[in-house]
């Protein structure tokens, strides 16, 4: 009787090396791309990491490994952008886009196929990154604090500024515009309406924008209790401009910024300053 030797493709072997290799870890001859990704789950691979980091992988020359066919290869560079096919996106590629999502469409534009799409690549390259959906919702809020945020405190933290100016400063992140983003500010709000834990978040971040404002009342010699009122009335005013939707030119916004200025702060030094 005659036997027949079963010799398998070069595909079929550089497939479930890569899979073996993905799923037990760094071995000998294992090309380096099919590590498992942080916190990357095996119920992954058949689809999000094999679509993204299979065919990319190559042959290393080792025994163990057969290089892609050209067909194999010729589909994967047709499937992946120039920029993917170069390097990987960063982490902060994902979590921008995710904002830009958000911004757009809300936390239910925030998913991981439709920012993918977005970015013209391949889902399984968030798997590098983030191990689920809630992780980049998270990497959001975290964003969103730090760039909405951090500005303020900066500006309290500058020893060059007195109270005035400080105060100024501050006002000019909202009148400019620049360092401070209220479309993200303003989707962090429309989230909070349906999410308990983002509310809690913008609940202590609101309390923490408004202390920062009351100390530089403080600073300005207002009684304790005062100032925290007129920090309140500051802060109000200016989520509430953003709530409502009025949107004003930058012409009109700086003619009346004088006495808004005046208004809220009645400090007669913030009264003689100027916009530059």
Known sequence: MQTTTYVPSPRYVQNHTVLYCTV????????ERAHRPVGMESSKI????????LAACHSSGDDIMTAASPRSRRRSKAALPKKDRAERLGRMDWVYAAREA????GVHAVKIDLIANRLKITRGSFYWHF?????????LIELWESQNTKPFEEIVRRPD????????EMAKLWLEEKDFDWHFDSAMRDWARSARAVAK???AIDDFRMSLFEQVFVEMGYPA??????ARITYYHQVGYYT??????????REMFPMYLRILAGNAEVDKMTID
């Open 24 to 31: 037990n870890g760094a071995q000998p001859g294992c090309p």
């Open 131 to 139: 191990q689920n959906r809630a992780e980049v919702l998270s990497a």
């Open 201 to 203: 978040k913008l609940t």
């Open 161 to 168: 500024l007195d109270a005035a100016e400080k105060y100024l």
């Open 102 to 105: 958000l911004i757009k469409g």
């Open 46 to 53: 058949g689809s999000d990491f094999q679509a993204d980091g």
């Open 225 to 230: 209790y005062e100032a925290k009122v007129r």
């Open 244 to 253: 409502l939707g009025i949107r004003e030119d930058q012409q009109a916004r």
